[in-house]
Antibody, heavy 117, light 107 residues
Framework: EVQLVESGGGLVQPGGSLRLSCAASGFTLSDHYMHWVRQAPGKGLVWVSRINSDGSSANYVDSVRGRFTISRDNAKNTLYLQMNSLRAEDTALYYC??????????WGQGTLVTVSS | DIQMTQSPSSLSASVGDRVTITCRASQSISSYLNWYQQKPGKAPNLLIYITSTLQSGVPSRFSGSGSGTDFTLTISSLQPEDFATYYCQQTHSTPFTFGPGTKVEIK
């Protein structure tokens, strides 16, 4: 059974940093692109970042480029999102998703990031 | 960036109704259009990918069509478990933008 389990969220002050992790199981991580998608409370879905299968290439939405870094450790079956210089507008539930045929076929349950003083 | 719009933003329908949701892209996205269903407090669930391919396990009452800039999601006979918010997403080019969502409510 495919499972994606996010962790690392929490309350952080503006300007602070957090590192999210996504533990993958039930499939071979290195076979898939992986993504992060976020959803602010009561709002819609926003695609944040994508990383290719071997971690050599990544893409970001403009609002996080230069502040967030996506990475992966296929040997540890884990996806990461390093988030620096956090802003109030980064407050959201962050989902880890598996890439499949230009879509997101599996989603984790999400980890909540709250940026507030 | 490619902008995605959906209409309507919400709708009220009865069990058994045929429901159609429209999604429009600001430029051609070929067939790179996906549909997701999200219920309150839950992660989104992939329904349809590449415009019209039904994800495994998704009931056949869901269907998708379109190409270029205009796409539709159709639920042929609405069931009680279908009351949710539906999002389209383009994956033609990054950033992979989502539509604002369509909330389907019980009439």
């Amino acid at each position: 059974e495919v499972q994606l389990v996010e962790s690392g969220g929490g309350l952080v002050q503006p300007g602070g940093s957090l590192r999210l992790s996504c533990a993958a199981s039930g499939f071979t991580l290195s076979d898939h692109y992986m993504h992060w998608v976020r959803q602010a409370p009561g709002k819609g879905l926003v695609w944040v970042s994508r990383i290719n299968s071997d971690g050599s290439s990544a893409n970001y939405v403009d609002s996080v480029r230069g502040r967030f870094t996506i990475s992966r450790d296929n040997a540890k079956n884990t996806l990461y999102l390093q988030m620096n210089s956090l802003r109030a507008e980064d407050t959201a539930l962050y989902y880890c998703t598996r890439g499949y045929r230009a879509s997101h076929d599996y989603w984790g349950q999400g980890t909540l990031v709250t940026v507030s003083s | 960036d490619i902008q995605m719009t959906q209409s309507p933003s919400s709708l009220s329908a009865s069990v058994g109704d045929r429901v159609t949701i429209t999604c429009r892209a600001s430029q051609s996205i070929s067939s790179y259009l996906n549909w997701y269903q999200q219920k309150p407090g839950k992660a989104p669930n992939l329904l349809i990918y590449i415009t019209s391919t039904l994800q495994s396990g998704v009931p056949s009452r869901f269907s998708g069509s379109g190409s270029g800039t205009d796409f539709t999601l159709t639920i042929s006979s609405l069931q009680p478990e279908d009351f949710a918010t539906y999002y389209c997403q383009q994956t033609h080019s990054t950033p992979f933008t989502f539509g604002p969502g369509t909330k389907v409510e019980i009439k």
